[in-house]
């Protein structure tokens, strides 16, 4: 595990920019991988499709997922993320505009550690991130982090 990294799953381009001038803003300065919907995820993950060449054993610390994507939703991604014994213990934290009980419950339901409402509010929004950034990357112990730091 790069200790550190993070993934973005997002495929709106404007809330990929808020995103990442929030990481900037609350000075989270961890590498940021972007994939903008939800098979390049899995792609990504699992290093198939164009990210065959990837080395499978580099894996984020932290997932932020939206679940409203393209190709393959947020769920189903979630759903495999935990079905994988590689994935399975990475935290997930549901990124998104969704206020739709079914998908906070079909959320948690599937192993996610977190789920957080894009805020509209800029200064909302960016203290969130701050917050998120500060349990999740530097304050939050996870089975990957004993396992392979040590």
């Known amino acids: 595990m790069n200790k550190g990294m993070i993934l973005l799953v997002e495929d709106n381009p404007y809330d990929e ?3 990442l001038r929030a990481f900037k803003k609350s000075n989270i300065i ?5 994939v903008r919907d939800g098979a390049e995820a899995l792609d990504y993950l699992f290093a198939t499709g164009i ?3 990837r080395d499978p054993d580099v894996m984020p610390q932290l997932i932020l997922l939206d679940l ?15 079905a994988d014994e590689r994935t399975k213990h990475i935290p997930v934290v549901v990124l998104t505009s969704s206020n739709e009980e079914r998908d906070i419950v079909g959320s948690y339901d ?13 200064i909302q929004f960016t ?3 701050r917050q998120l950034g500060l349990y999740w990357l530097a304050l939050n112990e996870s089975p990957l982090n004993g396992a392979r730091s040590r």
Request: proline share 2%; net charge positive.
């Open 127 to 129: 203290e969130a991130v």
């Open 30 to 34: 961890n590498e940021l991988i972007v």
């Open 51 to 53: 990210f065959t060449g």
């Open 17 to 19: 920019a808020l995103t």
């Open 68 to 82: 409203k994507l393209p190709k393959v939703d947020g769920l189903e991604v979630l759903r495999r993320l935990r």
């Open 110 to 122: 599937l192993g996610a550690n977190s789920y957080l409402r894009k805020s509209v509010d800029f």
